[in-house]
């Protein structure tokens, strides 16, 4: 590794990439630790929302600004009434390869002055995007039964994709609460109810977990980016032992 004066022959500008991808490389093993750990408490935080009571939304109003991670996927129920006369329909939904809409139905709770919106399920795509589905609701509904979740997300969001089309249902591509809230005029809640698959007025529900990638995975990487930092640490030193060896020969 060290000539016969103890010194290294390997050029300057050889050092300063093998220190560039070293920082880089461990930079990346380290993050991936992090994100492992971030992975970690998150899926304890859902783990925990899906054994958690069933949250009472009229007794136990979710604050304004509070970790909505914590509450993902806990079972709620809530009393008031659907605001039938104005749905909102979420295109672009894919079920078992096929075009289609989430029905999104604004639910009044009672002795507030917020409602929720209650994702009933998936509904096919019409003859063509002029002919929408029909959701009406067949009954009076005055409790809803079903989970918190995020809006549904898009990959790649265009430009206006949350403002809704004229008439009602209205056709949204993304779903912002506030932008929506101001269509109904009045508040809403920053997330959805996603409806119990065995209540009554809904579509298809196949409620599934958000697939994430686990701890271990990131941690594998996080193996794969230190064993490149200890591959380009050895093959660093070899070279520079070789170019001595070569020297030394000379």
């Not at 022959?9 to 380290?30: D, H, R």
């Not at 809640?189 to 196949?206: C, H, M, T, V, W």
Request: glycine share 6%; hydrophobic share 45%.
């Amino acid at each position: 590794m060290m000539n016969l004066n103890g010194k290294f022959k390997f050029p300057l500008f050889g050092w300063v990439v093998y220190l560039l991808l070293m920082v880089l490389l461990c930079s990346l093993g380290f993050w991936q630790v992090k994100r492992a750990e971030q992975k970690t408490l998150f899926l304890q935080q859902q783990q925990l929302a899906i054994d958690a009571p069933l949250l009472n939304l009229n007794l136990q109003p979710i604050l304004d600004g509070a970790n909505l991670d914590a509450v993902r996927y806990q079972k709620v129920v809530v009393a008031g009434r659907y605001d039938e006369a104005h749905q909102f329909l979420i295109d672009n939904q894919i079920m078992d390869g096929k075009p289609g809409y989430f029905v999104l139905t604004p639910f009044l709770i009672d002795q507030e002055k917020r409602a929720i919106l209650v994702n009933r399920g998936w509904v096919p795509l019409g003859r063509d995007r002029n002919s929408l589905p029909n959701v009406a609701l067949k009954t009076t509904v005055l409790q809803v039964n079903g989970r918190i979740n995020f809006f549904p997300s898009v990959g790649i969001k265009l430009k206006d994709a949350e403002i809704p089309s004229d008439g009602w249902p209205s056709v949204v591509q993304v779903v912002n609460h506030d932008v929506l809230a101001s269509r109904l005029g009045y508040d809403l809640y920053s997330f959805q109810i996603e409806l119990d698959p065995k209540a009554s007025e809904g579509y298809r529900r196949n409620w599934q977990v958000s697939p994430i990638l686990s701890p271990e995975k990131h941690l594998a990487y996080a193996v794969q980016w230190f064993g490149l930092a200890l591959t380009l640490t050895a093959l660093f030193f070899w070279i520079n032992n070789r170019k001595q060896s070569e020297d030394s020969e000379e």
